[in-house]
């Protein structure tokens, strides 16, 4: 099923949150489809679970062979896993950060990616869609090294990847959050140990708040839309002490125990900041 994100005579934005099976075997993601006059691009289109429902949902909006990019804001498997099918179904090129664009051809067969990589300087860009463009707006370290958000200047969405992330259901996803406080205890365990330290995130936030934003559409969980949200979770994560910030020589001593099913998860200090 489709979310539509925002739709005007030229422009559509599209969101896809149940793609993949709630079984527990893999965390629920989102996928997203955004068309300008005709041209169209996919922001993280996801693993190999994903991509037949992906292929077939779009199929009822946009010709997939029509599509000009596939955009991912870093290289985790829950991004672009399936890279070695859109490869071979569309002539899309991958736009990624440099620093992930001789990292990338490990997802596919040998040659798939020659001359269709766009690598994005570690400053961003402005990508052409359309007679529109997407920004690509440094987020490094977020949780990855070379990290981008997506910004619309059209919809004034900006799609945030691992950052605003929470842990729902795909129906969950489905539905916008517009009071920010119920919301972060869904956010908060994500967010401490998979966003690198409070100064990265209070860097970004100085940055992301020149922008005029409508809404924040993470890549996992629900969308937070409206000014006073938007703005309540500026204030929250300027705030969050997070990864480097909470780990001590606790987190770092040799092991003594034995994997298996019986396990326990006995370091405290990652049992504080494990999502």
Known sequence: ???????????????????????????????????DHGEGAIIDPGGNIAFNELFLS??????????????????????IASLDRWMTSTQARLVISRIWERFAPHFTKIGKTQDRVIGVPDTGARLPLGVSELWLVPAHFMHSEGNFHFYDPVSRILFTGDLAVSLTTGEEASHFVTDLGPHIPRMEGFHRRYMVSNKILR???????QLDIS?????????????????????????????????????????????????????????????
């Not at 099923?1 to 793609?19: A, V």
């Not at 860097?203 to 708040?209: D, G, I, S, Y």
Request: aromatic fraction near 8%; charged fraction near 20%; include cysteine.
């Open 58 to 79: 779009m199929s009822r909006h946009f010709a997939p062979q029509k599509l000009s990019y596939l955009i991912a804001s870093h290289a985790d498997p829950d991004i």
């Open 215 to 275: 809404m924040l559409v993470p890549q996992h969980g629900a969308p937070i839309k409206g000014k006073r949200a938007i703005g309540d979770f500026f204030d929250w994560i300027e705030n969050l002490m997070c990864g480097v910030d909470l780990f001590d020589d606790r987190a770092y001593q040799l092991p003594t125990g034995v994997i298996g099913a019986q396990a326990p998860r006995s370091n405290p200090v990652l049992r504080a900041v494990r999502p």
């Open 203 to 209: 860097l970004w936030a100085r940055m992301a708040r």
């Open 1 to 35: 099923m489709s979310i539509e994100l925002y739709r005007d005579e030229h422009h559509l934005c599209l969101m896809f949150t149940d793609l993949v099976e709630e079984d527990g075997q893999a965390v629920q993601s989102n996928q997203f489809l955004v068309i």
